[in-house]
Every structure is written in structure tokens, then in C-alpha cells.
């Protein structure tokens, strides 16, 4: 019997707000948060995140079910929804919290992920090299409530156009 409870993934592409958002809206998602993880710095805030001392990446986790969506499907939308050729970069951001990092959380995960690059780096859809870390999960520091879902909160604030 296959065991369906909820599995986490862990993903940093840049600014958290567009990568969360792009992960909400899969079927198999059945959660999604916003925080900082693979840094040194305890309970750290945007700020201290922010101010580059901390060494924390900026980070999507989404709760899932296996039995809905993979791993891999995940790994799909990660690839695509940045540049994993970009250092310490994504558009406009730039330093180390938006580095370009798979945080795993079972060795499966991890087999899965650096499988994963390896297929992408050999499909020369990118001309550079593809320099996303994968490394194991460690502590996991939530964002505060305003980063949570922050771009349907700024959708849904948004004046409606009238006809």
C-alpha cells in the first residue's frame, strides 16, 4: 500500500512572493508558505534577510500529495518559473537570499532533484550552466503574515477596472 500523506518541498527562485504564487496554483497543493531557510541565523526577519547576514534564502514550501502531484511536477514549475542559470540573482533582485536552491527533505527528494538538473543541464535548453544548489532541508523560519499569499492579497486589493 503506497503511503499518500502530505509531503514538503522546499524551493528558492528569487523574491518568494512569485514562486509561492506559482505553486498555489497546482492541484496536488495543498499548502503553501513563504520564509527563509539555509542560513545561520536564528528566527531571522525580512530585515535581517534582507541586510545579507544571515546567509538564509528566500523560500517557497508547499505542502503536497504524492498521489496527486510528483515530485518531479514540481521540480517542472521550479525550472520554470526562474533563470537557475542566475548566481545569487533573479531580475532586478540580487544577492544570496534569492539564490537559486532545491532544499530536500528525504534522500528521495534529493536523488529526484539532482536527477532532475543533471536532465536539464543535458537538454541545452540554457545556454549557461545551471548553478541551483540542492541541498538537505534544515530549519525553516516562516515570513511574517504580510508575506504570506502577498500577491493575490495585492490582486485582490487592486481598484476593479469599470466598464
Known sequence: MENHETQLATFGAGCFWGVEAAFRKLSGVTQTSVGYMGGHFENPCYLDVLSRITGHAEVAQVAYDPAQISYDALLAVFWDC??????????????????????????????????????????????????????????????????????????????????
Do not use: C, M
Open 82 to 163: 526562474h533563470d537557475p542559470t542566475s548566481l545569487n540573482r533573479q531580475g532586478a533582485d540580487r544577492g544570496e537570499q534569492y539564490r537559486s536552491v532545491i532544499f530536500y527533505h528525504t534522500p528521495e527528494q534529493g536523488a529526484i532533484a539532482r536527477r532532475s538538473k543533471a536532465a536539464l543541464a543535458a537538454s541545452g535548453r540554457f545556454e549557461q550552466a545551471i548553478v541551483t544548489a540542492i541541498a538537505p532541508a534544515s530549519a525553516y523560519w516562516l515570513a511574517s503574515e504580510d508575506h504570506q499569499h502577498y500577491l493575490e492579497k495585492r490582486q485582490a486589493e487592486a481598484p476593479q477596472a469599470k466598464a
